[in-house]
């Protein structure tokens, strides 16, 4: 069951590559909590327990995979095999301890306070800061909210401050997210 955190990421992430005119899918193992589905793009996700073949359709047509939010395959359970026998390079983007070593490439950074915090990170190192849009920032800022339980957990250092910052400049409305 997706947390704040994966569901934050991935559709920060899925409204990030939109907006560079990219097709993508989110797909989760499982349903996620209800008081996640105001998040922007939350009908756009496939949920692999209630509609395996067309998240294997979508898994083995993908040019590339990113894994948000888990370091393990075993983790996304039966959506693990098909993911194992797609050709895609799968890239890591986590905080986790100890990730697998079956990603093409892997970003983890175990002293990140949130999977969300590494996406902001992400489309800043590719020059995009420019294209976060209220709906990426609304999704990063509840990834990380979250996953700090409101921002009172050891992790949230002065730069996730920054980056809340910059997500509330961008349209973010803090109270809103909180109270959803």
Same mark, same amino acid.
């Given at each position: 069951r997706p947390d704040g955190d994966a569901m934050g990421?991935?559709?920060?992430?899925? $409204? #990030?590559?939109?907006?560079? @005119?990219?097709?993508?899918?989110? =797909?989760?193992?499982? *349903?996620?909590?209800?008081? %996640?589905?105001?998040?922007?793009?939350?009908?756009?996700?496939? $949920? #692999?327990?209630?509609?395996? @073949?067309?998240?294997?359709?979508? =898994?083995?047509?993908? *040019?590339?995979?990113?894994? %948000?939010?888990?370091?393990s395959l075993n983790r996304i359970d039966r959506m693990g095999e098909p993911m194992k026998k797609s050709k895609a390079p799968k890239i890591l983007i986590d905080h986790h301890l100890f990730p697998d070593d079956v990603f093409a490439?892997?970003?983890?950074?175990?002293?990140?306070?949130?999977?969300?915090?590494?996406?902001?990170?992400?489309?800043?190192?590719?020059?995009?800061?420019?294209?976060?849009?209220?709906?990426?920032?609304?999704?990063?800022?509840?990834?990380i909210m979250t996953d700090t339980n409101s921002f009172r957990y050891e992790s949230m250092k002065s730069e996730t401050h920054r980056i809340v910052a910059a997500l509330m400049e961008a349209g973010a409305e803090n109270y809103k997210i909180h109270e959803k």
């Amino acid at each position: 069951r997706p947390d704040g955190d994966a569901m934050g990421s991935s559709l920060a992430l899925y $409204n #990030y590559l939109k907006s560079k @005119k990219k097709t993508v899918s989110v =797909i989760t193992p499982s *349903d996620y909590p209800d008081f %996640l589905h105001w998040l922007p793009a939350n009908k756009t996700v496939v $949920n #692999y327990e209630a509609a395996p @073949k067309n998240a294997d359709k979508l =898994i083995a047509k993908a *040019d590339l995979i990113f894994c %948000l939010d888990y370091n393990s395959l075993n983790r996304i359970d039966r959506m693990g095999e098909p993911m194992k026998k797609s050709k895609a390079p799968k890239i890591l983007i986590d905080h986790h301890l100890f990730p697998d070593d079956v990603f093409a490439h892997s970003f983890s950074y175990p002293s990140a306070s949130s999977t969300s915090e590494l996406i902001f990170q992400f489309i800043q190192s590719m020059g995009d800061e420019k294209l976060l849009s209220k709906k990426i920032a609304e999704c990063i800022y509840c990834g990380i909210m979250t996953d700090t339980n409101s921002f009172r957990y050891e992790s949230m250092k002065s730069e996730t401050h920054r980056i809340v910052a910059a997500l509330m400049e961008a349209g973010a409305e803090n109270y809103k997210i909180h109270e959803k």
